[in-house]
């Protein structure tokens, strides 16, 4: 057996739906159920999906307030008004604000922007800034990405005789700002087609309606946007991205080039990934350590040496988000392993003197992927006595519900389930963290604890061909709510396996199903090698892609879990560093026997002393449970009857055969019926034997061991057949006719041979089928009971 890392969640389409797609748009079996599951089961559905590019952007007349926004902007431009443009400091804010100061360029408008300092003012309006806007001379402002919560800002503005525009997609309160417009999908009684479209598609909404077609020259940055603010890419969003994208291959943005540049990255090879891991972080970066401004004009600037220059800055300051990230994220874990055990907190609350609050999310998420459980990383500033941090949670704990029952403590928060941001008092930490551990204490199991696979589809290896992988690329761009795929592929055979990279922690496999193929590659699951054993059926997770190597095309699967349902065997007889294996082992499964004391010192096992079960009884046998143990058989056992109980009465998950054994009876002569024969013959001549005298030179004139004359003698002893006093053997005379079996010698020494035949001498697929036969006796008696 092999532990899935993760919890699977595998969904199963409806047969007779993935049939009608295949026969109407003439796609593979695979394709048509990932479809299906995401919930896209008609031709119509599934053929606006595969090709976004055809779909028509929605009337950006249809939101809310457009027309009034439009009349402002227009009378703003015809009067020479200074118009302010008030962004964020994320990847969102920064491509939001890039886009309305690129329309509004483009209509000759006067305008500027303003990004908040997320350490000096935190996210949004704010008064400080609107009444500093009011003394530049400002008469419009026009929010990107916020200020759908800023009531009290808003009403400033009006008393200041400053019209506010809002554009933004966070989930609007009770109660709305008095703007002059909010252009917002998620306003009270909006019609908008598409309520999910982040900061940056509103404001991408706005500039066509200003521009008075689709301004599919923005289309790269809004892609940024789209994709960074992990909003669903579907509908509208996913024609976005997906046109996005194209642009982005052949941007003319000498910022976004030299960027691009600095990150390796080919143009034409540019896809949602490249947003999602290298664009936008180092974008994020710029606004997490200091001033986001220069994220705005890196995007922006028409000037080779400036985008140049603010390209490498940017890159300077990923680089050291990426440091300061990994400090911090291994203090915190010092700090949890010492101080709050994982295993003894169901959520974890970990705070710090001087951590950035830029990346106490980044923080936060980092240790829920290592720790799964519900996270708040907080950073202590001793001179005003708070706390400031960011949530990230997991599935089956409402983050969100859970610190709406803290308010007393908690004067600013807000969020969602899976992740919230929030202020309070040092004094009120650790009450914060006893609350929560009771309420997840309620609210979780075990089991949630552990990670949830979402498995998109099961098929056989005969599936995966190169058309259906470049069918599953239409499903692109993935992201939120379209992620790349996940496969399962259930109960393949291993045809070939190997540790690959530098420091063997890689490993390639090839497995085999019904004659079919494929080659998987496993990053960090070089571990695999010892887990998986020969003949083993396992069941595979991971994404599909294309290897390409050498002019040669063939399906590829990247790892992501493995599993095997059924019992395994380890074949460890004759290895000889047994101590490195062993410690491989999870010390909470592996139960280590032996059937003899003097196994633990001539294998050098006293470390494990304690953990070893010497059986030398059938009784001990019975009462040992081994049910999921990784059982490792130290020694031959004196009997297969012995084995026989010890598995009929548990069910070990595997079993690691070693059978050490310090004397081989298999390689000794069994002597025969002949040889019997002829020594009895001898002895009725000789009348007496002197065995301590004459045993080895007979023995030699035979070609026989010492030891098959004592053998003999002590046989036939036991059937008295003869006598021995002091060393001398004597016939008895006429001797009752007797079996050399009713002799307990002969009977135990063949007994022996067999066993050490079974079990020590054979191959592995004949020990696998003696295993296989022992557990399934247990079955048939669990039946008959």
């Known amino acids: 057996m092999l532990t899935a890392k993760t919890r699977w969640d595998v969904k199963r389409p409806d047969k ?90 483009q209509i000759g408008a006067k305008a500027d922007f303003y990004i908040p300092n997320r350490f000096t003012e935190g996210y949004g309006p704010n008064k400080n800034a609107f009444c500093l806007a009011k003394e530049k001379g400002v008469s419009l402002i026009i929010t990107v990405d916020n200020g759908i919560a800023a009531v009290e800002e808003v009403a400033l503005a009006n008393e200041l005789g400053m019209d506010v525009i809002i554009t933004d997609h966070h989930e609007p309160g009770p109660t709305l700002p008095e703007a002059l417009a909010i252009i917002h999908p998620k306003k009270p009684g909006s019609t908008y087609p598409f309520r999910d479209l982040a900061g940056v598609g509103v404001a991408f909404k706005l500039a066509h ?82 001033d986001a401004a220069p994220a705005v004009r890196l995007l922006m600037t028409e000037d080779e040496a400036e985008a140049h220059e603010l390209a490498k800055k940017t890159e300077m300051l990923n680089r050291e988000r990426q440091k300061l990230v990994n400090e911090m994220t291994e203090e915190a874990v010092a700090i949890i392993q010492e101080q709050f055990p994982p ?8 705070a710090k003197e001087g951590w950035n609050v830029g990346v106490i999310g980044i923080v936060a998420s980092r240790l829920v992927e290592q720790f799964y459980r519900p996270t708040i990383v907080l950073s202590i500033d001793p001179e005003k006595g708070i706390a400031k941090g960011s949530a990230r949670s997991i599935q089956g704990f ?32 650790d009450e914060l963290r006893e609350r929560l551990n009771a309420f997840a204490k309620e609210a979780l199991t075990e089991e949630d604890f552990i990670p949830i696979t979402s498995i998109d589809a099961a098929c056989s290896i005969d599936d995966i061909t190169l058309g259906a992988l470049e069918q599953i690329e239409k499903l692109s761009p993935f992201g939120t709510e379209n992620p790349r795929p996940l496969i399962l592929i259930e109960d393949a055979s291993v045809q070939s396996m190997r540790r690959i990279g530098a420091d063997q922690s890689h490993i390639k496999i090839v497995f085999e199903q019904d004659g079919a193929t494929l080659e998987c590659v496993g990053f960090g699951y070089g571990y695999l090698h010892d887990e998986i054993a020969p003949n083993a059926k396992v069941s595979i997770v991971g994404s599909l892609s294309v290897n390409e ?19 395994q065997l380890f074949d460890i007889r004759g290895i000889q560093h047994v101590h490195s294996l062993f410690s491989l082992l999870p010390a909470d499964r592996r139960r280590f026997i032996a059937f003899g004391q003097e196994t633990i010192g001539a294998l050098r096992l006293q470390s494990y002393r304690e953990e070893i079960d010497v059986i030398e009884a059938i009784e001990e046998a019975k009462r040992l449970s081994l049910d999921g143990s990784y059982v490792v058989l130290l020694d031959l056992p004196p009997t297969l009857e012995m084995i026989k109980v010890l598995l009929s009465y548990s069910l070990p998950a595997r079993i690691y ?101 079974m079990l020590l001498y054979s191959s592995y697929e004949q020990l696998k089928r003696t295993f296989s036969e022992i557990k399934a006796l247990r079955t048939y008696e669990e039946a008959k009971m």
């Open 343 to 350: 295993e003894k907190q169901h959520v974890l609350v970990v």
């Open 16 to 105: 007779n739906k993935v049939d009608q797609l295949m026969k109407e748009l003439d796609i593979s079996p695979l394709v048509a159920s990932l479809l299906v599951n995401r919930g896209i089961d008609t031709a119509r559905a599934a053929a606006a999906f595969l090709y976004p590019e055809k779909q028509p952007f929605h009337d950006p007349f249809l939101l809310d307030d457009m027309h009034r926004a439009i009349e402002r902007i227009q009378q703003a431009v015809r009067n020479e008004e200074h118009i302010l443009v008030f962004g964020d400091y994320d990847a969102d804010g920064v491509s939001s604000t890039t886009v309305m100061m690129s329309a509004l360029s």
């Open 657 to 757: 055969a070693l059978f050490y054994q310090r004397e081989t009876h298999f390689f000794s002569t069994l002597p025969t019926r002949d040889h019997f024969k002829w020594f009895y013959a001898f002895l009725m001549k000789r009348g007496t034997f002197h065995l301590e005298k004459y045993g080895d030179e007979l023995a030699r004139s035979r070609g026989w061991t010492k030891e098959t004359i004592h053998f003999m003698v002590q046989v036939f002893l036991e059937l008295q057949f003869v006598t021995v006093d002091n060393g001398i053997v004597s016939l008895v005379p006429n001797p009752k006719k007797r079996d050399l079996a009713e002799s307990p010698t002969y009977r135990l020494k063949q007994a022996q041979l067999e066993l050490e035949n």
């Open 549 to 567: 190597w050498n002019h040669l095309r063939k399906p590829q699967l990247m790892i992501c879990d493995a599993a095997v349902r059924e019992w």
């Open 209 to 290: 309606a200003l521009l008075g077609e689709v301004p599919e020259h923005l289309l790269d940055i809004v892609a940024i946007g789209t994709i960074a603010d992990l909003v669903p890419l579907t509908g509208e969003n996913r024609l976005l991205a997906a046109k996005g994208i194209e642009q982005l291959r052949d941007t003319k943005r000498i910022g976004l080039r030299a960027l691009l540049k600095q990150c390796g990255t080919n143009l034409s090879q540019v896809n949602e990934e490249t947003v999602g891991f290298a664009i936008a972080p180092r974008i994020n970066a710029v606004g997490r350590l200091g």
């Open 398 to 429: 409402d983050l969100f519900a859970h610190l709406s029952k803290c308010r007393d403590i908690l004067p600013h928060f807000g969020g969602h389930p899976m992740a919230a941001g929030m202020t309070l008092s040092l004094e009120d930490v």
